[in-house]
């Protein structure tokens, strides 16, 4: 089993271009939301830019916290459910 790349983002802030990159780095993108989980297949489908980047980002222009990289998949936000899934 391959370790989880935490991203700390609430200490080191990862804006627009770096979350980007980072999103088109994985193959599976999961972000948590409240109750809400979106999956998004990023190599399949090819989302634009400007679809990840209002799922992606904060308030503040930077990655939303907390963000885990595991493997091919990125997961951003906390959703007990998700992080069941993924690790």
């Known amino acids: 089993m391959q370790p989880a790349e935490i991203t700390d983002a ?7 271009a770096a979350a980007l990159k980072l999103a088109r780095a994985v193959s599976t993108l999961i972000v948590a939301r409240g109750k809400r989980i979106q999956r ?15 799922v992606l980002l904060g ?9 885990i990289r595991r493997g091919r998949v990125l997961l951003v936000g906390f959703s007990p459910e998700a992080y069941a899934s993924l690790l």
């Open 10 to 16: 609430g200490r080191h802030k990862v804006d627009r």
């Open 40 to 54: 998004f297949d990023i190599r399949g489908s090819d989302p634009p830019d400007d679809e990840l980047a209002a």
């Open 59 to 67: 308030p503040t222009g930077n990655l939303r916290a907390p963000a």
